[in-house]
């Protein structure tokens, strides 16, 4: 063996590759992100960079296309990689049909659903106005006695015929 003048001498050395577990002591947001997740035991995989230690999340293993009601899979879902709606799924977006009803008013703007509670706002009786010969038809309360969502926006859904009960008469003839 060559030797130096001057060297310094090591022995009783033990040299070993640095774990992934030492890397993200250093690196505390590495793979903490949207892309990539921390590779299993950590303690007992050799690496120091990203690609050594961290996997790529795919969209399968995340499954963000929830709800299914506001989502569906991309074609390349089980390809593609992310963790979020927007990496990985189309949006369903509401369709004016949904609420074409007496009941239901569209929520307004791009509102992501395929169902009516999601899409749709309740009309409410309180903000139609009764045709001639009928009258606001009388409020329900629940257990509570608070009133109650009475939903529509026609005659037969709020009203109902003008009766005597409400007509006030002050007259003294």
Known sequence: ????????????????????????????TMCKDDLWKRKLHPESVTGHTRNGCCE???????????????????PDYSEVFG??????????????????SSLWDAKPGHVLGSTKEECCSPKDC???????????KQKRL??????????????KECCEPMTCK??????TD
Do not use: W
């Open 166 to 171: 409400h007509v006030k008469c002050d007259a």
């Open 126 to 136: 309180d903000d139609y106005t009764c045709s001639a010969k009928f009258a606001k």
């Open 1 to 28: 063996p060559m030797t130096v003048q001057n060297a310094v001498k090591l022995s009783n050395i033990c040299l070993r590759p640095m774990t992934c577990e030492h890397f993200f002591t250093k690196n505390p």
């Open 83 to 100: 963790s979020k709606p927007e990496q990985c799924c189309l949006p369903k977006l509401c369709q004016s049909s949904y609420c074409n």
């Open 56 to 74: 790529k999340i795919r969209c399968a293993d995340a499954e963000p296309c929830t709800p299914a009601t506001k989502y569906d899979k991309r």
């Open 142 to 155: 629940n257990e509570e006695g608070r009133p109650m969502l009475q939903q529509g926006s026609t005659d």
